[in-house]
């Protein structure tokens, strides 16, 4: 166990991801720093600081418009407690009991070790610490179970010298370590382009930078592309590419050699 909670913190139902952890105690304080600064008298005087309230309230607004609700929202909010914290800080300085101000700073601290030392994705302190794992083995560390896919389609693509590469993912499939290992695992520069975009930004892929790509290889995580039922080819600006290589769900397609 972490932190000596037999199985984890998920036993005590806190979630040690950092995807989708709350910021409760985060909250609270900001909210109660915001009423604070309306009630108080020399919070209503410093009318720079209400400002900065209003302005950080309108960014989560439109933050709110501008995306769909995600299981990994809480991260994204980070930027925004941030921008927070300044309204808390100051709210916290002019507590006339230092007490309050120093109790509340030593529990945030106490209270974030967990997720600070045992965090799931990228923990300081057990046999799986990020002293102890590869850099590699770290960006698989919440999808463990595509770690050999992942690296055995990287193999493929090197020992193929394919350097132009096609992405044909399914809206939840990861891309970011792929950029990171074919850039280190290969001598010349990798080109690595979305492909049979089916999305909204589908109009974005038909311009003419993007349409001109071709490439040497696909990375697809798709079970059935829409060419064919058995997943054995598929078919880009007029190429064939058949299918060269596939573990779990990940395949990769090679363009056929012109005779």
Same mark, same amino acid.
């Given at each position: 166990?972490?932190?000596?909670?037999?199985?984890?913190?998920?036993?005590?139902?806190?979630?040690?991801?950092?995807?989708?952890?709350?910021?409760?105690?985060?909250?609270?304080?900001?909210?109660?720093?915001?009423?604070?600064?309306? !009630?108080?008298?020399?919070?209503? =005087?410093? &009318?720079?600081?209400?400002?900065? /309230? +209003? *302005?950080?309230?309108? @960014?989560?607004? $439109?933050?709110?418009?501008?995306?769909?609700?995600?299981?990994?929202?809480?991260?994204?909010?980070?930027?925004?407690?941030?921008?927070?914290?300044?309204?808390?800080? !100051?709210?916290?300085?002019?507590? =006339?009991? &230092?007490?309050?101000?120093?109790? /509340? +700073? *030593?529990?945030?601290? @106490?209270?974030? $070790?967990?997720?600070?030392?045992?965090?799931?994705?990228?923990?300081?302190?057990?046999?799986?610490?990020?002293?102890?794992?590869?850099?590699?083995?770290?960006?698989?560390?919440?999808?463990?179970?595509?770690?050999?896919?992942?690296?055995?389609?990287?193999?493929?693509?090197?020992?193929?010298?394919?350097?132009?590469?096609?992405?044909?993912?399914?809206?939840?499939?990861?891309?970011?370590?792929?950029?990171?290992?074919?850039?280190?695992?290969?001598?010349?520069?990798?080109?690595?382009?979305?492909?049979?975009?089916?999305?909204?930004?589908?109009?974005?892929?038909?311009?003419?930078?993007?349409?001109?790509?071709?490439?040497?290889?696909?990375?697809?995580?798709?079970?059935?592309?829409?060419?064919?039922?058995?997943?054995?080819?598929?078919?880009?600006?007029?190429?064939?590419?058949?299918?060269?290589?596939?573990?779990?769900?990940?395949?990769?397609?090679?363009?056929?050699?012109?005779?």
């Amino acid at each position: 166990g972490k932190f000596g909670i037999p199985g984890g913190l998920s036993t005590l139902g806190i979630n040690a991801t950092e995807n989708n952890t709350s910021n409760t105690l985060h909250l609270v304080l900001i909210v109660f720093s915001i009423i604070a600064c309306f !009630i108080q008298r020399q919070g209503r =005087k410093q &009318r720079y600081i209400l400002s900065y /309230i +209003a *302005v950080i309230i309108s @960014i989560f607004i $439109l933050f709110c418009f501008l995306l769909k609700w995600q299981w990994w929202n809480s991260r994204l909010h980070l930027p925004i407690f941030l921008l927070f914290s300044a309204v808390v800080g !100051i709210v916290l300085s002019q507590i =006339k009991l &230092r007490q309050v101000a120093n109790v /509340i +700073a *030593v529990l945030l601290i @106490i209270t974030s $070790l967990p997720w600070a030392l045992s965090g799931r994705e990228r923990p300081l302190l057990g046999a799986n610490s990020i002293f102890n794992t590869s850099r590699t083995e770290q960006y698989f560390n919440s999808r463990s179970r595509i770690q050999s896919g992942y690296l055995g389609a990287i193999d493929v693509l090197k020992s193929s010298k394919c350097t132009d590469i096609g992405l044909y993912l399914g809206d939840n499939d990861w891309e970011y370590p792929l950029w990171i290992l074919l850039q280190e695992q290969t001598d010349s520069p990798v080109r690595i382009e979305h492909i049979n975009v089916k999305n909204t930004s589908a109009s974005k892929s038909e311009l003419s930078t993007n349409s001109k790509f071709i490439p040497c290889g696909i990375f697809s995580t798709k079970p059935e592309p829409d060419q064919t039922n058995q997943a054995e080819e598929i078919t880009y600006q007029n190429r064939i590419y058949p299918q060269a290589w596939s573990k779990d769900k990940v395949k990769i397609f090679l363009s056929q050699k012109k005779s």
